[in-house]
């Protein structure tokens, strides 16, 4: 059974019809590429999939459950973690700070006033164990603002990873880096735990061709294609909604 089912999702916002009968899964340890021009509805399947939005038609199953309804912060209880086209990091705060919260947001119902010692010890040694294992260990006392952007873009990462992820959905985490930054930022999701599932946006092809499992093309609201990535790299619809960029990016 896959992990995630997205089954004949529909979205409108007013008259404006945004997904049209998207379906596609996630197994276990699998990486799915999402790509699609720019407008084509990626953003809007990621708040259907995690909850910031309720879809118009269609259900999304997690674990062979009925998620379609569930709160935001519910999924990510469950294992269903993503981040945002756009930064979450507190800048002014250190990447140990910035990403031991987040490990207190997943370990506790709430932010208590007055934490137990033992409970920020503990998420301060998690924080500190992913930033050594993204090599970044000796400037976990910095503040993210610090960080070159590339690096800021890898702390967004660790808070996810620090919810301890069994899907992770990834919106354009390479956006704006060199190719070799990008391919590092998706190896320390990998490395992380091979069961963890990854639904990977981006417009960087070669990344996702090289890092993606299946390809999931959307264009216009639709799922015109799902397939390995030589499958996509050859299909006609796939090619003509990216005017010839599939066939550059080998
Ligand atoms: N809350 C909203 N209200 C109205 N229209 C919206 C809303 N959110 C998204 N849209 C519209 O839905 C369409 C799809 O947007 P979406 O952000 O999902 O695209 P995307 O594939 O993520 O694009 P990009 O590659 O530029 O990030 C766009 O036409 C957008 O303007
Ligand atoms: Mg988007």
Redesign the pocket.
Known sequence: MAMLTVDHIGKS?GG?R?LSDVTFDVNEGEVVGLI?P???????LFNVITGFLTPNHGTVMFDGRDITRLAPNARVRAGLVRTF?KSMVFPDLSLRENIALAVRARNSAGYRLRPAARELAEADATADALLARARLGERAGDKVCNLSYGDQRIVDVLISLAMAPRLLLLDEPTAGLAREEGERLIEIVRQHDSRTAIVLIAHDLDIVFGTSNRVAV?DLGRMIAFDTPAAIRAHAGARAAYLGALAEAT
Do not use: H, I, M
């Not at 720019?38 to 809007?44: L, R, S, V």
């Open positions: 916002f404006l945004v699609g720019n407008g084509a509805g990626k953003t809007t086209q959307l």
